[in-house]
């Protein structure tokens, strides 16, 4: 499974945009980028998942250069309860065989 | 819809005692994965199970721990006997794959773990 890479924390204020980018430099072509958060005391939770380009929900926007080595996590207007540890995750889908492996992830802290 | 619950959330044992966790996956979930993070570490995978079959072992650190999932509903994990490195926090997902979604894992709040 490819490896990643990602800053070991971050600090932003609430209301900011928040960028947090993962690269992948083996990623596989039928890999996928997955973002999981995790609160203090709580098991990780899905955020956003996909492939190439862009794909946004009602939570984040990933961002997905052509190349597939890196991708963006983009949080709009943070506020204190997105303070979590982001967890940036490379592997194939929808094979129903998938062990998630976890990397450091990055230690968001929005201060008011 | 309840979540994937875990029991208990936190025990406290000496070493060489035995402890076992459990995990209640979400309703008509398939697949349960066990993970853990251990002091200072990223969290590992540890086995999964589709239905009451084990797909993959191969995160198992020792023939110390044990996992069942009798009934393919809910699994247990046990530690015997527990060593102080067996410390940590053990997490429960589960997941349905039909195809057509994205696979995505629910994790449970975890059980914290301390050997001492």
């Known amino acids: 499974l490819a490896k990643t890479t990602q800053p070991i924390s971050m600090d932003s204020y609430e209301g900011q945009e928040v960028n947090i980018t993962c690269s992948h430099n083996n990623i596989a072509t039928n890999d996928y980028i997955t973002w999981y958060q995790q609160f203090p005391s709580q098991g990780p939770r899905f955020i956003i998942q996909g492939y190439k380009t862009k794909v946004t929900n009602e939570v984040a926007s990933l961002f997905i250069p052509a190349d597939r080595k890196s991708s963006t996590l983009s949080l709009p207007r943070v506020s204190l309860s997105d303070t979590a540890v982001y967890y940036c995750l490379v592997g194939p889908q929808n094979t129903g065989f998938q062990k998630l492996v976890f990397g450091t992830g990055t230690r968001l802290l929005v201060s008011p | 819809e309840a979540g994937v619950t875990q029991f208990p959330s936190h025990s406290v044992i000496e070493k060489g005692q035995t402890v076992t966790l459990r995990c209640d996956p979400i309703s008509g979930h398939d697949n349960l994965y066990w993970y853990r993070r251990v002091m200072g570490k990223e969290i590992k995978f540890l086995l999964h199970f589709v239905k009451e079959s084990k797909q993959d072992e191969s995160g198992m650190p020792n023939n110390r721990f044990l996992a069942e999932r009798t009934g393919g509903t809910y699994s247990t994990l046990k530690v015997q006997p527990a060593e102080l490195e067996d410390s940590g926090v053990y997490f429960c997902?589960?997941?349905?794959?039909?195809?057509?979604?994205?696979?995505?894992?629910?994790f449970g709040p975890g059980t914290r773990l301390t050997v001492l």
């Open positions: 997902a589960s997941s349905q794959v039909d195809g057509t979604t994205t696979d995505e894992q629910f």
